[in-house]
Nanobody, 120 residues
Framework: QVQLVESGGGLVQAGGSLRLSCAASGSIFKINAMGWYRQAPGKQRELVAVINSGGRTNYADSVKGRFTISRDNAKNTVNLQMNNLKPEDTAVYYC??????????????WGQGTQVTVSS
């Protein structure tokens, strides 16, 4: 099994910044894509940003120019630098990894989430 642990969430004022981190551990053979999703109350979980093993990135239109995703393949970590935060960014942020374990095929793994609250 693969475990994902997020950190870095918190309460910030609009215009502020936060940096989220996610560390993957377990019986990992290979991680392809890693990304961040978020879910606000009453809303569907949505993609925020994703980065594949080759470094290609995709961002939700709402965060382009403000958020930056990065990863360290050697450490199996992914980060999300969030700048110029807005109240509409308030959500629980989840780390995601598409990974192959040592004993099984690829699967989708999720962290438990970290709360980001942006006050106006």
């Amino acid at each position: 099994q693969v475990q994902l642990v997020e950190s870095g969430g918190g309460l910030v004022q609009a215009g502020g910044s936060l940096r989220l981190s996610c560390a993957a551990s377990g019986s990992i053979f290979k991680i392809n894509a890693m990304g961040w999703y978020r879910q606000a109350p009453g809303k569907q979980r949505e993609l925020v940003a994703v980065i594949n093993s080759g470094g290609r990135t995709n961002y939700a239109d709402s965060v382009k120019g403000r958020f930056t995703i990065s990863r360290d393949n050697a450490k199996n970590t992914v980060n999300l630098q969030m700048n110029n935060l807005k109240p509409e960014d308030t959500a629980v942020y989840y780390c995601n990894a598409d990974a192959w374990t040592v004993r099984a095929g690829s699967d989708d793994y999720w962290g438990q989430g970290t709360q980001v609250t942006v006050s106006s």
